[in-house]
């Protein structure tokens, strides 16, 4: 596609919920990055994956955050048994060689936990 | 891991003036430093880079210049225009992340130019 497109834009959960958050990379790119951004923060790295594999997850805070990807294109981020904290923007963004770190981001799933 | 501090939080300025905004980072390892400018609702969007064998580099209005004696590069807008109100990042290169995009950001300075 023409961009990142992440989805949904805004979601709205209760406590304890289990939530997934989607990202569609820009067609062809090999690597998609999850980042989380809290209110008035700067944006912490999660998980980045290469093709289908993800060589480096050790961003994701606890073993209730989870990633895959399948196809080398979409990605589903899912959060278990959400909690308040975990309220924040999540951040998809995809790059491809050479310039694997120049990133192109979505808009991102805005997450509030109630 | 790396470190990186940005100021100020918050900068006001004039149309027509120039802004400048400062980062620092911990480890000399790093490599690479891109900036990234997000507007409201929207992801972030780099909009300039400067990598650690560079001094200085310019892209019409935005200039980074990098210091790696002092490990501070900073971010400098001429004739700010309406247009360029926005949050604006700056970020490094984790050391052993060089391959791909595992950046460290600052915490972001909300830019606001005044007509």
């Known amino acids: 596609g023409a961009g990142v497109s992440q989805s949904p834009s805004n979601k709205v959960t209760e406590k304890g919920k289990d939530v997934e958050l989607r990202c569609d990379p820009i067609?062809?790119?090999?690597?998609l990055y999850w980042y989380r951004q809290r209110l008035g923060q700067g944006l912490e790295f999660l998980i980045y994956?290469?093709?289908?594999?993800?060589?480096?997850k050790s961003g994701l805070p606890s073993d209730r955050f989870s990633a895959e990807r399948t196809g080398e294109s979409v990605s589903t981020l899912t959060i278990q048994r959400t909690q308040q904290e975990d309220s924040a923007v999540y951040l998809c963004?995809?790059?491809?060689?050479?310039?694997?770190?120049?990133?192109?981001f979505g808009s991102g799933t805005q997450l509030s936990v109630l | 891991g790396e470190n990186v501090e940005q100021h100020p939080s918050t900068l006001s300025v004039q149309e027509g003036d120039s802004a400048v905004i400062k980062c620092t980072y911990s480890?000399?390892?790093?490599?690479?430093f891109p900036w990234y400018k997000q507007e409201l609702g929207k992801g972030p969007q780099l909009i300039i880079d400067?990598?650690?064998?560079?001094g200085e580099k310019k892209d019409q209005r935005i200039a980074v210049t990098l210091n790696k004696t002092a490990k501070h590069f900073s971010l400098h807008i001429t004739e700010t225009q309406p247009e360029d109100s926005a949050v604006y990042f700056c970020?490094?290169?984790?050391?052993?992340?060089?391959?791909?995009?595992?950046?460290?950001f600052g915490q972001g300075t909300i830019l606001t130019v005044h007509p």
């Open positions: 963004a995809s790059s491809t060689p050479p310039t694997n770190e120049k990133l192109f």
């Open positions: 067609s062809g790119h090999t690597a």
């Open positions: 994956f290469q093709g289908n594999s993800a060589p480096d």
């Open positions: 480890d000399s390892a790093s490599n690479y």
């Open positions: 400067i990598r650690s064998n560079v």
């Open positions: 970020a490094a290169i984790l050391p052993g992340g060089t391959s791909y995009g595992k950046l460290t």
